[in-house]
T-cell receptor
């Protein structure tokens, strides 16, 4: 059974600081996804990582994937309040993928 | 730009009643997924369709749950004899099997179900 673990589950940080969220998964996976969810809202796709060593950046967020370590990281640079949300990683398996298996989420709060 | 839409957005029902939710995917997407999310947790997979064929069902999908996608476009999820434990957000997502980022799933706004 594929398991996905994120840490930390809760993160409170000050504006301007840097931090990293970690996502570990238990078995071989072909794709890793990062999503953002605001309270009471649905999920917004942030990144899709397709191969070992993949790195993607959008604004203050950068995601990377190490398939050998079964680890993905979401790095936040110079955090701003607007980044406050819950961040989920998810993995899928198989050449075409199907179901996504999600982590528990990291609830990020950026304080002024 | 029409993303994934879901109806209703909120549903309150009494225990034992049947409810039905609808999902309209992004028009060219051939895959459609249902997930359930409870407070403080990540979404859990329920089932998915490729066109009109239901290809996979989770063990979470008990006999009281049924999903259809009759013409390979919109989908419905029905819960019979609802229980309080069914209270959750039901999320629909769709994806395109082929393409630059195959199977990137786009989520709808969800239907929040409360069973009293």
């Amino acid at each position: 059974e594929l398991k996905v673990e994120q840490n930390p589950l809760f993160l409170s940080m000050q504006e301007g600081k840097n931090y990293t969220i970690y996502c570990n998964y238990s078995t071989t996976s072909d794709r890793l996804y990062w999503y953002r969810q605001d309270p009471g809202k649905s999920l917004e796709s942030l990144f899709v990582l397709l191969s070992n060593g993949a790195v993607k950046q959008e604004g203050r967020l950068m995601a990377s994937l190490d398939t050998k370590a079964r680890l993905s990281t979401l790095h936040i640079t110079a955090a701003v309040h607007d980044l406050s949300a819950t961040y989920f990683c998810a993995v899928s398996r198989g050449a075409s993928g199907s179901r996504l298996t999600f982590g528990e989420g990291t609830q990020l709060t950026v304080n002024p | 730009d029409t993303g994934v839409s879901q109806d209703p957005r909120h549903k309150i029902t009494k225990r034992g009643q049947n409810v039905t939710f609808r999902c309209d995917p992004i028009s060219e997407h051939n895959r459609l997924y249902w997930y359930r999310q409870t407070l403080g947790q990540g979404p859990e997979f329920l089932t998915y369709f490729q066109n009109e064929a239901q290809l996979e069902k989770s063990r979470l999908l008990s006999d009281r749950f049924s999903a259809e996608r009759p013409k390979g476009s919109f989908s419905t999820l029905e819960i019979q004899r609802t229980e309080q434990g069914d209270s959750a957000m039901y999320l629909c997502a769709s994806s395109l099997l082929s393409g630059i980022l195959p199977n990137e799933q786009f989520f709808g706004p969800g239907t929040r179900l409360t069973v009293l």
